[in-house]
């Protein structure tokens, strides 16, 4: 069992930046961020797994950078350069790894935060 908390959410101007925050218990091995912005589907933003091997979606490679903290109880996600399109709710997801492999996409995912907001005005 894995239980998540977000926080760190909030409005900032274009350009501006956040640190998102997941308090995490249980198997945080392979963690991940994914947003969802109003009629849109959820997307995957960055993961991270036991070794520290990280990945990003194109549109923040560069930008967000995603981490944990060394006992692994809490995730990351800062947020620098922000645009209004990365105006989304936010969560955390974890996924203990199969077979040593962390999941990939979003439905191999059974652990959920509730979201935290992220508006981007221009």
């Known amino acids: 069992q894995v239980q998540l908390q977000e926080s760190g959410g909030g409005s900032v101007q274009s350009g501006g930046s956040l640190k998102l925050s997941c308090a995490a218990s249980?198997?945080?091995?392979?963690m991940a961020w994914f947003r969802q912005a109003p009629g849109k589907r959820r997307e995957r933003v960055a993961t991270i797994d036991a070794d520290s091997f990280t990945s990003y979606v194109d549109s923040v490679k560069g930008r967000f950078t995603i981490s944990q903290d060394n006992a692994k109880t809490t995730l990351y996600l800062q947020m620098n350069s922000l645009k209004p399109e990365d105006t989304a709710m936010y969560y955390c997801?974890?996924?203990?790894?199969?077979?040593?492999?962390?999941?990939?996409?979003?439905?191999?995912?059974?652990?959920w935060g509730q979201g935290t907001q992220v508006t981007v005005s221009s």
């Open positions: 249980g198997d945080t091995r392979c």
């Open positions: 997801a974890a996924e203990p790894p199969l077979q040593g492999l962390c999941p990939e996409y979003l439905y191999e995912y059974r652990y």
